[in-house]
């Protein structure tokens, strides 16, 4: 066949989003001709499409190594680095692409800021998207980008606007609407609940309408005090994605079962050695109970940097299992890990290297990615020096929170959280994940209540700082003036003084919670 139609056959397969054609037409492609730089990219952004990122990586770089001066080449080359966490690399390639790209190109720097943003590299990214949205102020896609960089920053009222221009350009702009709703305390003279309720009397059968536009409305009702209507709405909002998640609990309980079986109780610390790094303070726990707060509190001292929610202990494990490290672990993974010897000064030596591209000026920094739970154990004997806080909530303020809350739906850790008995049963196996991890580390984890720290701010706050090993300053006590960047659920609230607003929640729901209340009280949970 001719190259010439072979090569129109791969591109026509990219934009029928038919990956596997387009990289078997793209391989046959580089055997017939490896010096054109433009098969190995189509291998690369099928490869990529496939998440096989490792592999894109690689096709990237020999496209590059063809043909330097193509910005979509390292644009690319920046996507497959920032998926496997090699942040360092992927900012390389982020700012070789910056230097090439066409000032007028909207699609390029809308691009360029989404891999900032994955590099946590927030003020740039916004850079990127400002620039795209003067190019092309007609493109909801961008106008959409810009306000979650602006809510990532704290400019509520910009982000605003970019919201609201979002859903004038495209009203079918789901996200946007439960994007914009978040944002605020709406009040019976300032919200959305006409335009949304009118929307989702129409999105029958429509997953991704139901789902962002009844979650919007939850909150909003939640907000005006209609709280049977707003969880009348959260069921028809998460019923949606659940049915199509196909979610198991009997899967679920095996993977937290092969977690614990990995490390007997208690851990001797002489069968180990780990890393000597004493920077890291991994605050973890279940998503929605205060992590966000914590690491606010903690970061606002003047020795402590926030990295934000990181997955590179997750990647670096894995990767050093020989597994893929974006890919959700599983048990194979745990048992691959419990049948090896692991080196565990090198795994903990390569976590804090990943993080290198947005740590280490200052002598401390936080990781808050809340499901590092299931960690724990890997952790404490890879970074023994590391500091490890575990945040709890109220059980059924932690259940119902999750419950309201619609997690990133690409994200592998939260297909729990669309139906409230799941998510009962996963607060159970991480209450007893915890305490096992407790039994095995004695001392390592220090635990916030929520509750008594909303009550105690300077006493708790004075004794995680101890916990962290610094000495107290009272910057930790005025964290709402952090100015660090925020991107999880909390980037509104945290912004404003210490509230006890979202105490006892679950009160306001009593009602609808009481499967959920004689479901963890049955397995021992005080729900008092």
């Known amino acids: 066949m001719d190259i010439g139609v072979l090569k129109q056959g791969a591109i026509a397969a990219l934009q029928r989003q038919r990956w596997d054609e387009a990289q078997s037409l793209a391989a046959r492609l580089i055997d017939l001709d490896p010096g054109d730089p433009e098969v190995h990219f189509i291998a690369g952004v099928a490869m990529l499409e496939q998440d096989r990122v490792l592999e894109a990586r690689d096709v990237f770089r020999q496209a590059i190594a063809l043909a330097p001066g193509r910005a979509d080449f390292h644009l690319y080359l920046a996507r497959a ?15 070789e692409a910056e230097r090439l790209l066409p000032r007028d190109s909207a699609a390029g720097f809308d691009t360029l800021g989404v891999v900032l943003v994955q590099c946590h590299a927030y003020e740039r990214a916004t850079v990127a998207f400002r620039h795209a949205a003067g190019l092309a102020p007609a493109n909801p896609g961008v106008r959409f980008n810009l306000g979650t960089a602006l809510t990532f920053l704290g400019d509520i009222d910009g982000a605003e606007r970019e919201f609201e221009a979002c859903i004038g350009l495209e009203p079918q702009h789901w996200r946007a609407h439960q994007s914009l709703s978040q944002l605020r305390r709406q009040t019976a003279d300032a919200n959305h609940i006409e335009r949304l309720t009118a929307l989702a009397a129409g999105a029958t059968g429509k997953v991704t309408a139901t789902t962002f536009l009844n979650m919007a409305l939850a909150k909003e009702l939640e907000d005006l005090g209609d709280h049977a209507a707003a969880f009348d709405r959260m069921v028809t909002g998460k019923a949606a994605p659940r049915d199509m998640l196909g979610y198991s609990r009997a899967r679920e309980r095996e993977l937290f079962d092969a977690l614990a079986s990995g490390f007997p109780e208690p851990w001797s610390p002489a069968t180990t050695t780990g890393s000597e790094a004493r920077d890291p303070v991994f605050i973890v726990g279940m998503p929605r109970t205060g992590t966000t707060l914590v690491d606010r509190i903690v970061s606002s001292h003047p020795q402590v940097q926030s990295a ?7 990647s670096v494990w894995k990767r050093a299992m020989g597994g893929p ?5 599983n048990p194979e993974h745990i048992a691959r890990a419990t049948a090896r010897p692991i080196d565990w000064r090198q795994l903990g030596d390569d976590y804090v290297a990943s993080t290198r591209a947005f740590t280490g000026s200052r002598p401390r920094f936080t990781d808050k990615l809340p499901h590092n739970f299931l960690y724990l154990g890997y952790i404490a004997c890879a970074l023994p020096e590391a500091k490890l806080v575990c945040v709890r909530r109220h059980p059924l303020d932690t259940c119902l929170s999750n419950f309201r809350q619609l997690f990133a739906p690409e994200s592998p850790y939260f297909d729990y959280s669309y ?37 105690e701010q300077e006493a708790d706050s004075r004794a995680l700082i101890a916990h962290c090993g610094l000495d107290w300053d009272d910057a930790c006590l005025s964290f709402e003036k952090n100015a660090a960047p925020v991107t999880t659920a909390s980037a509104v609230q945290v912004r404003a003084k210490m509230y006890t607003t979202a105490l006892g929640r679950w009160k306001r729901y009593e009602a609808q919670l009481q499967p959920l209340r004689a479901m963890l ?7 008092g």
Do not use: T
């Not at 490290?325 to 672990?329: A, C, L, P």
């Not at 009280?521 to 729900?527: L, S």
């Open 325 to 329: 490290s974006f890919e959700m672990f």
């Open 419 to 455: 139906d409230l008995l799941d998510i009962g049963h996963y607060y159970i196996l991480f209450d007893r994940l915890m305490a096992h991890w407790k039994a095995a580390f004695p001392g390592r984890i220090h635990e916030v209540r929520y509750e008594s720290l909303v009550a």
């Open 81 to 95: 680095c920032a998926s496997s966490q090699d942040y360092d690399a992927a900012l390389a390639a982020a700012g």
């Open 521 to 527: 009280e049955d397995a021992g949970i005080d729900c």
């Open 308 to 314: 934000g929610e990181l997955h590179n202990f997750a």
